[in-house]
């Protein structure tokens, strides 16, 4: 993709799982979204919209038995509006379902509305599952301050 190249809707249409870690990790941090605990490992459970190598927009599941944590949805600035995040969460949903997740949880600090449109409901932080308390976003990476949501898939 030649840079500043806006892609077409049919580039869009195709959700694909396994993007690029180096193209990723670039999208992630140009929305100040957290990196540090990533692994290329991370990326098999993680959806994209576009190139590989250039993602229109990205979102992740991670697994921790029954439950799930939703990782990093991000859409360049470019692509917003357009119904890419709407689409990326409801691939990862479905996603997590059918690999047995029974619950969803998302930590945002900028998105709240947004997961509250699809379903999601304030969740306690005390009252999260160990595993889910144990990862480094809920732990350490996401402020204390960050909102967390829940969905019962």
Do not use: N, W
């Not at 249409?13 to 692994?39: C, G, V, Y």
């Not at 690999?99 to 509305?113: F, M, N």
């Amino acid at each position: 993709m030649v840079p500043g190249t806006i892609l077409g809707m049919s580039e869009l249409e195709a959700i694909h799982q396994s993007p690029d870690f180096a193209a990723a990790l670039r999208l992630l941090d140009s929305a100040d979204l957290p990196t540090s605990d990533l692994t290329e490992a991370h990326l098999r459970h993680f959806f994209y919209l576009g190139l590989s190598t250039a993602p229109a927009g990205l979102v992740g599941v991670e697994f921790h038995g029954p439950d799930a944590l939703l990782r990093s949805l991000v859409v360049a600035p470019e692509y917003r509006s357009r119904g890419t995040g709407a689409r990326l969460v409801a691939r990862a949903e479905a996603y997590a379902r059918d690999h047995g997740a029974v619950a969803v949880y998302i930590l945002t600090t900028t998105a709240e509305r947004f997961f509250r449109a699809r379903g999601y409901i304030t969740a306690s932080r005390e009252q999260a599952p160990v595993a889910i308390r144990e990862t480094p976003e809920f732990s350490s990476l996401c402020p204390a301050s960050s909102a967390f949501l829940l969905k019962r898939l």
